[in-house]
């Protein structure tokens, strides 16, 4: 089975910086993607990272560490519009069809 | 461009009744998942197909749940004789990979909000 772990809430000032943590317990890990989720929507990708490393884009970026069972989700230059919650969620290699495992979501809460 | 849809987007339905819920993924899309997303929480992972096949049905919590995709496009999944406890938004996410290691990940629909009253 899998256990993904991630906070369930964080405030932030707008024009901050979040680090949104996310550590995970997977038998046939094959890669690890960020998703954002406004309220009443659906998910919408953000970011994947198979190898370690840190990927960026704009102003996200995620780090992955394979031994260590952690990610992490940088959003900078926080904006209003930013305020959702962050899905954490490892693919599967042994899974039917790769399927994705979701932690709980952060509620990202940004104040002016 | 024609995302993943999902009809109806709000379901109200009295304890004991069935509901239908139809997912119409990305044209040419060959795996389809639904998902079950609590108020407050992550999506849960309820089946799988891939094309016509449903090859994993782990998630589903009993057989009140049924899903199918005759043609290996649209899906419905449906809940006979719905309880409280069914009260969630239901996602339905596809996506063109079946299985390969790449970095192409699911797309989501808007899901459907169920209300069992």
């Known amino acids: 089975g899998q256990n993904i772990d991630q906070p369930t809430e964080m405030t932030a000032t707008e024009g901050a910086i979040v680090q949104i943590n996310c550590t995970y317990q997977?038998?046939?890990?094959?890669?690890l993607f960020w998703y954002q989720q406004h309220a009443g929507e659906a998910p919408t990708f953000l970011s994947y990272?198979?190898?370690?490393g840190l990927e960026e884009k704009g102003r996200f970026s995620s780090f992955l560490s394979r031994s260590k069972g952690y990610s992490y989700l940088l959003l900078k230059e926080l904006q209003m519009k930013d305020s959702a919650s962050y899905l954490c969620?490892?693919?599967?290699?042994?899974?039917?069809?790769?399927?994705?495992?979701f932690g709980g979501g952060t509620r990202v809460l940004v104040k002016p | 461009g024609a995302g993943v849809s999902q009809s109806p987007r709000y379901k109200v339905a009295k304890r004991g009744q069935d509901v239908a819920l139809r997912c119409d993924p990305i044209?040419?899309?060959?795996?389809l998942f639904w998902y079950q997303q609590a108020l407050g929480q992550g999506p849960e992972f309820l089946t799988y197909?891939?094309?016509?096949?449903?090859?994993?049905k782990s998630g589903l919590p009993s057989d009140r749940f049924f899903a199918e995709r005759p043609e290996g496009s649209v899906s419905t999944l449906k809940i006979q004789r719905t309880q409280q406890e069914d009260s969630a938004v239901y996602l339905c996410?596809?996506?063109?990979?079946?299985?390969?290691?790449?970095?192409?990940?699911?797309?989501f629909g808007p899901g459907t909000r169920l209300t069992v009253t």
């Open positions: 197909f891939q094309n016509e096949a449903q090859l994993d």
């Open positions: 996410a596809s996506s063109l990979a079946r299985g390969a290691r790449t970095g192409l990940y699911p797309y």
């Open positions: 990272n198979v190898l370690d």
């Open positions: 969620a490892v693919r599967d290699l042994k899974a039917a069809g790769n399927k994705l495992t």
């Open positions: 997977t038998s046939g890990f094959n890669g």
């Open positions: 044209s040419g899309h060959v795996s």
